[in-house]
């Protein structure tokens, strides 16, 4: 029996992986182990951890992880807490491998301290490319992991490229859209609006009339900035004259310029036809974006999610530059005008045709087999 250890520190991470977490139970050669910390613990984010285990998956270790504050220096503080306090918890855990999940500052902790105690890393999601300081976070834990699951073959390619053997490198496709192909196959009629007006806070309105979905988080490259990034935002919704879901930000530094920019706004009593939510079940996330007239911010998921689903996507700045792509996005600068105007043109567009894109919806039980199988060869690295 070999032990999978997952690290889940946000609700991305957990959408990330969820469907490779439940193959990994399911197989009978592995064993899933589970470490759940940052973000994903506390309350202000949602409390992931209590939707992991309302999932049917059993919490082996929590890691409190998180330094308050929100600023590169505790990003910085953050990741360095998680490598003091993961090796601990690989000592007792005792994986045969880890898989660690994308590019955010928890990733980097859980691949350095798995790497530097010998144990394989599996990472997933690498090789693409975002024009911020997740690239760089992501292109390091590609040369640190011992097998690749990009999403992509562009990224596949860049994998290779960047200097790992090939036959380490499996494009599975994204995890994520395992969920969405799951959703789909047993879409009902349910009506949404209940489910979400009894969480978070603001006005209520209801689900089945046209609405926007809104997602954006900092840019840590952009610090400082992210106050007047989600209020240009916010004033474009408006403008729209749309009710609209608006999602709370991600922990990474400027989440709190984020959150006072969603707060000058309700107290400004702007918020009668915005109702703003921590967090959201995976399913209801997806559901919504099936059913919006638009997405609207720089969450990835407009893109990977977004091509599948057909979901027409206004991506607003800097994020996600020169992630591959389909047809439902469009791109837009920090501008309320600009926002508003591309936010009419996908409404008038409407829905797209799906796109494979990022995966076919069973990246998941791929990654699984492999890992059951895969020998792992920790020594044998390309040096240059």
């Known amino acids: 029996m070999r032990n999978v250890c997952v690290v889940v520190g946000s609700r991305a991470n957990y959408s990330s992986i969820k469907s490779v977490m ?49 600023t590169p220096a505790t990003m910085a503080k953050s990741t360095g807490l998680g490598l003091i306090e993961l090796p601990s918890v690989f000592e007792r855990l005792s994986p045969d491998v880890v898989v660690t999940v994308g590019d955010r500052f928890e990733t980097m902790a859980t691949t350095l301290a798995a790497a ?17 300081i997740d690239e760089s976070i992501r292109h390091a834990v590609t040369k640190f992991a011992h097998i690749h699951f990009p999403a992509s073959k562009g990224a596949a390619e860049r994998i290779i490229a960047l200097g790992e053997r090939p036959e380490t490198v499996h494009e599975v496709g994204c995890p994520r859209i395992d969920l969405v192909a799951e959703i789909f196959a047993n879409e009902d ?34 610090y400082g900035e992210g106050r007047k990034q989600i209020t240009e935002t916010l004033r474009a919704v408006k403008k729209t004259g749309l009710p609209a879901i608006v999602l709370w930000p991600n922990a990474d530094a400027g989440s709190e310029d984020f959150a006072a920019g969603i707060r000058k706004w309700r107290e400004e009593g702007h918020d009668e036809k915005m109702h703003f939510v921590k967090n959201l079940p995976i399913a209801t996330y997806v559901r919504l974006m099936k059913r919006t007239a638009c ?90």
């Open 22 to 70: 439940r193959a990994v139970q399911k197989h009978s050669d592995l064993n899933l182990q589970l470490i759940v910390g940052a973000s994903a613990l506390l309350g202000r984010y949602g409390q992931v951890e209590k939707l992991i285990q309302s999932d049917g998956f059993a919490v082996d270790e929590r890691l409190y992880m998180l330094v308050e504050g929100e």
């Open 295 to 384: 997405l609207v911010g720089n969450s990835s998921s407009g893109i990977r999610e977004g091509a599948f689903i057909g979901t027409p996507c206004v991506n607003i700045g800097s994020r996600q530059t020169m992630r591959e792509r389909g047809m439902n996005v469009v791109d837009v600068d920090y501008d309320s005008d600009e926002i508003a105007r591309a936010i009419q043109s996908q409404r008038d567009h409407g829905p797209f045709p799906t796109n494979p894109l990022y995966g076919d919806g069973n990246a998941g039980s791929r990654i699984a087999s492999i890992l059951s199988s895969v020998e792992f060869e920790i020594q044998k690295r390309i040096t240059y």
């Open 116 to 132: 530097y105690m010998n144990i394989p890393v599996a990472h997933t999601m690498g090789g693409e490319v975002s024009g911020t």
């Open 189 to 222: 009629e349910h009506d949404l609006s209940e489910d979400v007006m009894k969480t978070g806070v603001g006005g209520c309105f209801d689900l089945n009339e046209p609405f926007l979905l809104v997602s954006q988080h900092p840019v840590t490259t952009e």
